[in-house]
Every structure is written in structure tokens, then in C-alpha cells.
């Protein structure tokens, strides 16, 4: 049986360390205690801990024949990895997929995901006492948030400051148009096409490039994610795109290697940093590899495709949002309905529960419990 080393457990790492339990002897090597449902900490911010407890989910029950090992690695090459600690994982495959990290609070910023949980539930606290919000970055998750604290809390006044004209620059403009009309029907301020300084949490006064001051209780600054290519950037000649990620081969491996492969946000894949992308290249790759194990010659093996159009799903809320979808030369926008349906209404929670080998909710975790900072007056 084929040894893989999979560097990194988050959507991509975890995904592809699932599809290939039963074919290879895998290793998933990861320094997080348990994996976090990222794609459901912008809601979880806005509702606060019953939400938020569902997040972190441990790994013990992800492989069935593999391994997970809670460490970080420290090097990498085509015949394995080296943790931390000095050991040395040998493999046939190396696939790193260390991801991406973010400036705001939606990422862990350490290997404790309890950390996690608990600033998350102290800035809902500061959620729930400040009285306008400011949201600076009109990117995907600038976009969602705005959207999600107005549906959580619709008393509230909120802004979004966006450098550029367009929101989710870089997609499909209808969309865009489309939710900047979703956002101010929801009596969100939009400032388009203009800067902000002096970011800070708040309470802040923004001055802005149109001239403007912008004032606010909490100030949250979305200004897009950075990929963690530390292990990448120590091999030597390799090189990246202007967003930090490494270039790849057409079968996802950094130039000149063999049997190192790369998933996800941290490398140029031809998709964005998003989940969605991840669903993609994770059943790929996976095929790929099986048929290497096999025997296949990689030359006669497809190469990875991203998708023709990116597709983006942006909640406003459970039942509200928009989304492009791959559908057509240029893709086609859809509304609150299908929306809801691919992402709004559970945030794919569900999904990734079971995935891990867990009940799609927590019945005690999402009981009203505190967490160690939540608000007990």
C-alpha cells in the first residue's frame, strides 16, 4: 500500500485525507486540536455561541485506517516530511495544503481551537453592545458579514468601505451589482471605490479618501486572506504569483518535482481562495493519485482544470444572498433561493459534521452553556 503525507486539515487537507483512507496508508498531519468549520464563523459572530460551540469538530473519527497526527511540520520534500519535533514521515506522496490565513476573526490564530471559541464569543459580546458597525473590505467575506449582522441584528447601523467599485471584485460584476442592491435595501451603507485609515477595532473614526470620516463602535477589517506557503517558500527556485501562492504544473506540483503535489489556498491553482474551489480540485487530485498508485504514467493523466467561471456563494443571512454559479460562457447569478439552499441555510455545517464522523448538530454543545468569555449578566 502507497504512504501519503497530507500537510494541513483544513477543507482541502481533510477532504482529500477522507477520499483516500481506504487506498493508501495516509498520515494527515495538523497542529489544530480539531478542525473549524470556517465557513460558518462569520454567522456564528453574529448569533454568538450556540452557534459557534458547533464549529470546532475533533478529528479522531475522520480516517478509518489512517492516521491523524497533531503536529506541525517543519520541512518538506518529494520523499516525506519533517515535524517539528525531528521526526521524519517517509512517503510515496507529499501533498501540502496548509491554506490560507485572514486578518479578521474567522480563522483560528492559534493551534487551539478553544482560543478560537473564545474570541469569538467575547467580540459577540462587542457585537451586541456597539451600536454601528463598520466593515472594511468589499470582498467575499466583507460582504457576508455585512449581510449576516443586518438579518442577526437589524436595529443596527452598518457600513461597508470597499476599495474597489465593484463588490467581490473579480467575479462575475452582476453579482456584485447585485448584492450591493441587497445590502442597501438592508439600509447598509456602501462606500465604494474609497479607502480607509486608521483601522483599528474600535470604537474609531475612519478617514476615508473621499474625504469623509467614517465613525463606529466596532470596526472589522476584511481585507482578504494570505496563504500560509512557509513549508513552499523553503524549496528552493520555486516560484509564486503576486498573491503569495506557489505556481503549480498542470498536475498541481511545484516546478520540478515529481510526487509533491499542492491543494488548495496555498497554491496558484487557476481558482480562488475559496471553499468552493476546494470541491473541485479534492476529487481531482484524488483520482490522480489512485491512478499513480496504479501505475499510471502522469503524462497520460488529465491535468487539473479550474473551473471556466468561478463560482461564488454569498449569504446574506439563512434565507437571503447571491451566487454565481459556472453556468454558461460568463456564469449566471441567482438570488435568496438557491442561495439558501446551497449554503445559506446551514452553512454545509451538516456536511462537514459528518464528514468527520459526527451527528450534523451537537445537542450539548449547542445547549446555553457559556463559554469561558461569554457575558453571564
Known sequence: MKRIVIVGGGYAGM?????????????MIEPRDRF?????AIRALAEGPPLLRQLAVPYDRLLRRGTVLQARAAAVTEQGVTLADGRQLEADYVVVATGSRHNGPFK???ENAADFLSAGAALHQRLLQARSVAIVGGGPVGVELAGEIAAAHPGKALHLVSATQQLCAGFNPRLGERLAAQLRARGIGLK??????????????LALSDGTLLEADLVFASTGAVPDAALLRALPGLPFDTRGRAQLDPWLRPQGMQRLFVAGDVGATGDPMTAIAVTRQVPWLAGLLKSLAGGASIERLRPYRPWPVQPLVVPLGPSAGSSVLPLGREGMVFGDRVTSLLK??????????????YPARDPVAAAAVPL?????S
Open 344 to 357: 445559506g441555510r446551514d452553512l454545509l455545517l451538516p456536511r462537514y459534521r459528518r464528514q468527520l464522523g
Open 372 to 376: 469561558p468569555l461569554e457575558n453571564r
Open 108 to 110: 483560528p490564530q492559534t
Open 36 to 40: 473549524v468549520h470556517n465557513l460558518a
Open 192 to 205: 465604494l471605490g474609497v479607502t480607509a485609515a486608521g483601522l483599528s477595532e474600535g470604537p474609531a473614526v
Open 15 to 27: 477532504g482529500l485525507a477522507k477520499a483516500l483512507d481506504r487506498r493508501f496508508e495516509v498520515r
